[in-house]
Structure formats: C-alpha cells, structure tokens
C-alpha cells in the first residue's frame, strides 16, 4: 500500500503562482512514475504532468510553458510548480503514483486531493 499527501493549494489571483507539494509512503519500488491530475466541477479527471523516477517529464498542452513538475526520489515526493495561472486552472488537484515490482502487476494510488482557485 501506498499512501499520498498533498499540500499547497489555496486561492490566488490570475497570474499568480502556487506551488504543490505531494508526499508518498509505503511500499515504493523504484522505476515509479509520479504525477498530478486535476478535475474541475462537471469535467474528467485529466492529467496534467507526469515524471518518472529518471526524471522524463510530459505535460498537458494546457499548461506547458507554465507548469514545472519535479520530483525529489530520496523524499518520494512530487512537485508542480504552478505559474501564470488562469482561472481555468481552477480544480481539485490530485497526486498519483503508479509502482510495482519490476516484472509484477504495478498499482495506481491516488491522494485525497488540493483545491486550487484562481480568481479573475
């Protein structure tokens, strides 16, 4: 079992900028992948930035050039560095890590997720 704790969300102002912070626990195998998911009232669950444990980053369309994701792999903790921010940034952010044992089923865990809210 794996648990997630974020932090770091809140409300800020267009073009302000929020930094997120995700802390994972438990049974961790190397060669994970970590990232943040967001979902706004009435939408899917969409990710926005993914990295592996070597550091590969991808990001929505949406945020690139904006967002940063990091990870520090001694801490198992994850990162998003939330610049320029517009009100559709506006949603409950969510930490995912996806592990398992190398040639074994990998599993999917989530944490129980950070309200971000961008006034115009």
């Known amino acids: 079992q794996v648990q997630l704790v974020e932090s770091g969300g809140g409300l800020v102002q267009a073009g302000g900028s929020l930094i997120l912070s995700c802390a994972a626990s438990?049974?961790?195998?190397?060669?994970?992948?970590m990232g943040w998911y967001r979902q706004a009232p009435g939408k899917q669950r969409e990710l926005v930035a993914g990295i592996t444990s070597g550091g590969n980053a991808n990001y929505a369309d949406s945020v690139k050039g904006r967002f940063t994701i990091s990870r520090d792999n001694a801490k198992n903790m994850v990162f998003l560095q939330m610049n320029s921010l517009k009100p559709e940034d506006t949603a409950v952010y969510y930490c995912?890590?996806?592990?398992?044992?190398?040639?074994?089923?990998?599993?999917?865990?989530w944490g129980q997720g950070t309200q971000v809210t961008v006034s115009s």
């Open positions: 995912n890590i996806q592990t398992g044992p190398p040639r074994g089923q990998a599993y999917t865990y």
């Open positions: 438990g049974t961790i195998f190397r060669g994970n992948t």
